[in-house]
């Protein structure tokens, strides 16, 4: 029989912020040592992600304003889950919305969390393989800027290495898929 650590006390939680993709709250705990204090989190729906691989062995990404790091970065495309969707429905309509392109061939690689020191977001992670080409270019999002990159594992790898600005959740995804690439 295993030990269940004991767990905080919740004592009160307000909701500070409702918006369009996540909700901001604090919540007031008691720890098990008898401690009060009060946590600031993030509640978000989770986000899946594709890591979409070419039959020539190419890795499909995307280089995205994101206007809290002030620039551009290399991603891999994702999405935010909808209330009683399913992680694959969601990345299999994101892959074809943010890069065209639609894959026949799926392998869930793993789930993590973006940022748990204040976040419970979780990212599901997705191989995508055997892509087609969709005949119609994919219709952007208003509020999306976005050019779809091709890059090898190789290139990708040395990329992230370098510094240059890749998201933490494409970084993750693609060492969760390196025993699939090389």
Same mark, same amino acid.
């Given at each position: 029989m295993g030990f269940a650590p004991e767990t905080p006390e919740l004592l009160s939680q307000r909701l500070f912020y409702r918006g369009r993709k996540f909700n901001f709250d604090v919540s007031r705990l008691r720890l098990p040592n008898g401690a009060e204090g009060d946590w600031e989190c993030i509640r978000h729906p989770g986000g899946a992600l594709a890591v979409p691989v070419t039959a020539e062995g190419k890795l499909v990404l995307l280089r995205q304003y994101r206007f809290a790091a002030q620039g551009r970065l290399l991603e891999f495309p994702a999405g935010t889950i909808e209330p009683n969707e399913d992680p694959a429905e969601t990345i299999k309509r994101e892959i074809e919305e943010e890069t065209g392109y639609r894959a026949r061939k799926w392998q869930k690689l793993g789930q993590f969390f973006l940022c748990p020191g204040y976040s419970d977001e979780i990212i599901y992670a997705f191989l995508a393989q055997d892509l087609e080409l969709? $005949?119609?270019?994919?219709?952007?999002?208003?509020? $999306?800027?976005m050019e779809t990159v091709l890059m090898t594992p190789e290139e990708l790898e040395k990329a992230i290495l370098a510094g240059e600005p890749v998201d933490a959740k494409s970084i993750s995804s693609f060492f969760l898929a390196r025993p699939f690439l090389f």
């Open positions: 969709l $005949e119609t270019p994919p219709d952007q999002d208003a509020d $999306e800027d």
